[in-house]
């Protein structure tokens, strides 16, 4: 292979590259410590919130227990700035985790915005423990 075809194919690898880390440059991604513990129903927000310090948009959202509900679902509310409802996490009774896609004018968020969190659910048999939420987008 002569050194200008090896420069060529360097050239096309190291631009494929920086494609890629442009790309991830672009990705947002958080998560938060709900609750520990067996879980609760709450009717305020739990925690402050998760703080947004760039422009973004959602695309999805996933709630993990470290132990599966029993006896029904547990449901997580997403909310941007404890006002704006977005949706719904669902993670079913048996299970450890739920996802949900997200969109729309709510999934959008500026720096100064945050996005809280209620259980609205848990299990009844056994209520779920060690709530995890993460959200997943990119910056705008």
Do not use: F
Not at 52 to 78: D, F
Not at 86 to 98: E, L, P, R, V, W
């Amino acid at each position: 292979m002569s050194l200008q075809t090896r420069l060529e194919s360097l050239v096309a690898a190291i631009g494929a590259d920086v494609k890629q880390i442009g790309t991830l440059a672009r990705i947002y991604e958080t998560s938060a410590i709900i609750q520990s513990g067996a879980l609760l129903v709450n009717s305020d927000p739990l925690k402050p919130g998760v703080p947004v310090m760039r422009s973004c948009k959602i695309t999805e959202a996933r709630a993990i227990v470290k132990t599966a509900p029993t006896g029904q679902s547990i449901l997580v509310y997403v909310y941007k700035n404890n006002s704006n409802y977005i949706n719904t996490i669902t993670i079913a009774a048996g299970a450890t985790t739920g996802t949900i896609a997200l969109s729309g004018a709510n999934a959008s968020a500026v720096a100064g915005d945050r996005w809280t969190y209620y259980v609205a659910q848990v299990g009844t048999t056994y209520p779920g423990a060690d709530l995890v939420v993460g959200l997943l987008g990119e910056y705008t």
